[in-house]
């Protein structure tokens, strides 16, 4: 233990009767950022069960509760159903935050090992007033052990929320979670496929939108589902597995990717990693070897603890790489691998009896392969595989699907950008609206995900003039303003309220988005200040306590056409109200 301040607090430990000896050790204490050593030891080799241990947390300026995706729900319960959330190799990180009411973190709870099955959980004692904080060990099957070790960092410094978290993402990369490298292409706009075709895709109808979409700025064209099945029915995967171009849609798959690369885009293909239907010729191959079957028994999840079936993978996606010139693969439903009743034990058949190990290893494999042929592939995961292990393999995480949410498209991306420390590429899910709908409404799922790499999938040729002269400026200004928006420090207001304001700075200039709260703090006297307005009304005001400023500004609409312009000085200790269009922005720039 290197240093002793602070409370060192007191651990209840429940082993379930299986033999186990826990010993929790004061690792690191320093003042209100401890870290502890779990060390377990069982008397002989055993597959572990469940392992439970329980502190309490002063029950003192909690509001909320954060975790890696829960989406809306940021609620603070009883401990008797408490706030909870999982974590393993394949879905979630094992982080859980309680937040207080001006966004101050009360606590942080983090866990070393983001493999183990674990789940975090906070809770009100009704009888002590007090936060029941719970890890759950060993919550999913294992492989037999006789020990196990981690630690556990708990956080309650008076800092910002989101600086403990994305320092929690710095500690994990220091414990050997680096994140992947991240092509520069990861970090630009990119056009989906999905919700504007769904799987009737076709070379002529994606060659006719790309070369739209790259006057869009559009520099990488994703090809979701229907390229390998001529069913274009919407349920199911029971034709995924054999992964061959259907003729009738795609003649030439190598074709079609040399007319994207001849538009100077780059192309990305969809996968569905886990997935083996009855409809292949691989399904009988793999008997045996699915970890559970989904639509109604017609389609088998992979169980990548065998040999056979990671090779399977490994060797469908080097060769599509190789034989296609493919830029990146959209590789989709890892956190399908998952243990059920029916799952696989004929372990001696295995490599890895530890599915999460398995996943790893074919992840390992995977990336291995493909980045030795081209170092700048680019891969998209998306929640809930999202945690440390996965971004030392995904260099792209997007946000699970939300069609049409622009509010849990900005939610879920803020949360992923905390759990990146600006390095993966975060990408919204897929971007699309109703082509009757006004402008403003449109330019909504856009105002919403200015702070990640946004997906859009819209059909360019059936835009509206004022939906294309929108979405060409918000690409434009996303695009002019990566380094601010995706590099810069990010700030986040109303955790508990989805996000009420959202900041970003870099290098004396700031782009701010005030959604449910319309004020915005000016406390730093930048040489450039952004407001966009996606508060749903007109007013904008902004409070300045710092000494009186001058500044030339500019409003515009969603379009980039000009509203108002001139000279405004903000006075000490004083609001200002600004009138801005919905969905549009406010622009000033200090006044020498």
Known sequence: MKKIMGRIREFEIETFDQGATVKIAPEEIDGDLQHYRIMVDFAEPVVPDKIRIRWLEPFVDMLSTWTPGNRFDRGL????????????????????????????????????????????????SERKGDCYCVLELFINRMDVMQHYETTLRIDSRKCPFYDSIKETRRWWSETGYPPAHVPADAKRAMFSTWYNFQKEITTDAVVRQCEMAKEYGLDTVILDDGWQ??????????????????P????????????????????????????????????????GMYLWTRDGGKTGVLDPRFAKTRAYLVELYEKAVREWELDGLKLDFIDCFS??????????????????????????????????INPEIMLEFRQSYIGP???????????????????????????????????????????????????????????????????????FDKLPAEHEKMLKYYLKFIDDNRSVLLDGELILRGVEGAYSQVCAKADGEAITTVFTNPLFKLEEAYGKLTIANGSGSCEVYIENTLQEIRYAYETVNCMGETAEEGQVCLAREAVTKFTVPVCGFLFLRKIL
Not at 95 to 123: E, F, H, I, K
Request: with cysteine; aromatic share 8%; charged share 20%.
């Open 339 to 372: 243990l059920r009743e029916e799952s696989p034990a004929n372990y001696e058949d295995m490599d890895c009896v530890s599915l999460e190990a398995a996943v790893e290893k074919l992840l390992s494999e995977i990336t291995s392969t493909l980045r030795a």
């Open 229 to 246: 099945t001529a069913e274009n029915a919407t349920g199911g995967y029971s034709f995924c597995g054999d992964w061959e171009v259907t």
């Open 389 to 459: 292990i996965m971004q030392k393999y995904g260099n792209i995480l997007r946000v699970g699907d939300c069609v049409g949410g622009a509010t849990i498209n900005r939610v879920s991306s803020l949360d992923l950008r905390l759990l990146t420390d600006n390095g993966t590429a975060v990408h919204s899910d897929m971007i699309l609206w109703n082509y009757d709908a006004p402008v403003e409404t449109a330019a909504d799922q856009m105002v919403n995900v200015l702070y990640c790499v946004p997906q859009i999938s819209v059909l």
């Open 77 to 124: 319960y009883a401990d008797w159903r408490p706030m909870r959330t999982y974590s393993r190799t394949a879905a979630g990180a094992p982080v859980l935050s309680l937040v207080g009411r001006d966004g101050t973190n009360s606590c942080t709870v983090a866990v070393a090992d983001a493999a183990t099955p674990l789940m975090l959980s906070a809770g009100i």
């Open 248 to 287: 009738t849609k795609i003649p030439d798959m190598r074709a079609l990717v040399d007319k994207i690369h001849t538009l100077g885009m780059k192309f990305m293909l969809w996968y569905s990693v886990p997935f083996v239907g009855v409809h292949t010729k691989a399904w009988e191959q793999f008997e």
